[in-house]
């Protein structure tokens, strides 16, 4: 009777050695997996602030080709603002957009992957 109440206490719960085992490979999965999943949140970061960049860079020639201008006329905000693009975007990342005239691309201020 002693014999069997001593093995289900035993049997109870886990060890701190396998408890420690677990939180091991925890850790090295969460080293792994947070690297990636960072590269791929910038990423995704960098393709919507393109694809915001071709949207302003389609307003400006419609603005352009709307009003007659020529490559060297620099549109404002409120000249493609409601009738171009429904609003200013503005970059996941946090930078700001520059129009520039006609001639150039609109760029933004962190550059990088963040460009047409």
Known sequence: MMRTLLNRRRERGFTLVEIMIVVLIIGILLAIAVP???????????????????QVQAAKEQWAMAN????????????????????????????????????????????????L
Request: glycine letters at 8%.
């Open 36 to 54: 990636s999943f960072m590269s791929a949140r910038e990423r995704s970061r960098a393709n919507a602030c393109r694809s915001n960049l071709r």
């Open 68 to 115: 007659n201008q020529g490559p060297t006329a620099t549109p404002d905000w409120s000249d493609l603002t409601p009738n171009f693009i429904q609003q200013q975007p503005s970059c996941p990342s946090g930078g700001t957009y520059t129009i520039g005239n006609m001639s150039t691309n609109p760029t933004c201020s962190i550059g990088g992957n963040h460009s």
